[in-house]
């Protein structure tokens, strides 16, 4: 299902439920029921299922209590300048539930210098062949900002090779684009 903007839906009167199809999406059918598991749940401090229920893909049984109005880049500007924290921002260009361009213009606005211009970024595919995985630009201040091509909302689901290279990099403090040889 790579390239899903969303996930298959099975009708809750079929299963009772919002589960998703194994046979349509397996890895998420895989990480309910990894979510669901005992053990699982007390290593992440979950309170048992008897008491909140079942974990179910984007279940919408959370009750908020307090409703955030305001932008949050003040925040993202706190953790970058006063916590030196690196920050990697990306959006999937397929995303029909929060467009891309709505996260660059307040990567954009936040008002860094660009420190590389906009410009694709690479993964290699399973024959070893460079494929663009998406556009990105880095501002100084170790923000970047990604685009992840033919992702939808769920980056991970969508495109995980992609996902997982960012990522690496990321945790790695690998730039998304090598320096030029």
Known sequence: MVGATHPIWVPSAQLGSSWLDPSLHGRNWQVATWLNDRPVRQALHAKPSARIGRFTLCA??????????????PVHKMLIEEHGLRALIYSGDHDMCVPHTGSEEWTAGMGYPVKHAWQ???VQDHLQNSQVAG????????LTYATIKGAGHMVPETNPIS???M???????????????
């Open 120 to 122: 694709p970024w690479f």
């Open 135 to 142: 556009f990105t630009v880095a501002y100084e201040k170790d």
């Open 167 to 181: 990522f690496k990099r990321f945790i790695f403090n690998e730039p998304l684009i090598p320096p030029a040889k």
């Open 60 to 73: 919408d049984q959370l009750t908020y209590t307090k409703e955030h109005n305001g932008s949050m880049i």
């Open 163 to 165: 996902a997982f290279q």
